[in-house]
């Protein structure tokens, strides 16, 4: 045995971590961001995959597990755990290419002689931190953009088809029954990314071959994507481990983190959960509608995800700018980060679904302060949306510095 005692007990510290390791303590009212570290994390996932980091398990047989509850949450036939969603449809479109040819996985993403388009509905070519192209010419494929899909616009060579749902997605194209049907007919595999989408069943019933979640988004589990659908499919995934999945490898405790959250996920109280983002909403309607220059709304989430948020609209007679705004809640201590993708429209949106007890009236006192302060001051209307995405730029390429 080594020394220091259990996990438990070495995790347990006075001071907390975010004062030990000097980072800035941030509200977040902006969903589940990589960037902020995802979401905060369901006890249960945390405390399996903390029980298993002292343990040596097959990973063969972890996954096997993993496999069941997969296939139980999604009812696909099978499912196995990936790094993220992210390399989930890198490792997906793999398999679509190469089966469970073995020499095949060790070749990628060499990939001459096997059939290497993935076809994609131009209106899903988004980026979601990283260009989604990018995830599939990692595998060694190549995109076939459809413009307009229709029939007649698939050859039957395709490896796969990849399908996104998404708020990124504006132009969604066709429905995704439709898209299957039209991907079935010439026998191509269908792939969808459904990240942060909260319909677990909805794509496998509809036809989907493959279907791929985060872990770590509104399932609350650790770092990790999901990848369910056929069992012949989900194999050769999984032996993508043997190529390029080993070099987005995930770990034990990412794997039991998923296990936990989906158990966690299928015993939740989805109702009272809602309940209580919803009263948050209706909170931030009343106070944040009640600052001059503000004009707020009720936002319904774009793929029909249960969440609603609050879009916040700073009028001219607020003093600044939507971006100005979100930049000074952001500088603020505690840090206040809203939902900001819009934000060249000039609104930003709270999402209640990550909030600690008591952070909403955090976040509409900040609100208020911050208007109040920029029309005492007259301070605002300074910085165009351009200047704004230049100054964010630049600190990020300046990074270590600064930060
Ligand atoms: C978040 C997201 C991803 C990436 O998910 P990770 O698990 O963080 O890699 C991919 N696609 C969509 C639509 C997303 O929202």
Redesign the pocket.
Known sequence: MRGGGSIRQVCLSERDIIDRLKLTRIINASGTM?NLG?SRVAPAAAAMSLEILDHFIDIDELQARACNVIAQATGAEAGCVTS????G?TVAIAAAMTGADLSHIERLPESSGLNHEVAIQAGHL?N??AP?TQAIRLAGARVKRLDAMAEGSLSGEEAAALY???H?VEEPGLPLSRFIGLCKARSIPVIV?M??EYDLKGPIAAGADVAIY?A??FLGGLTA?IVAGRKDLIRAVYLQNNGIGRHMKVGKEGIAGVIAALEGWLRRNHEKARRRELDIVVLWLRSLGSIGGLAVAREPDATGNPIDRVRVMPTPEAGLFAWELAERLARRRPSVRVRDDLLREGHFSLDPCNLADGEERLVAEAVAAEVEAARFRKDGLRMSFEAFEAQRRMRLLQWPEGY
């Open positions: 990589t995802a993220s969603a992210a390399s449809m988004i979601y931190g989604v996104v749902v998404s990124h990314d990240a942060s985060s770590h988004k994507g």
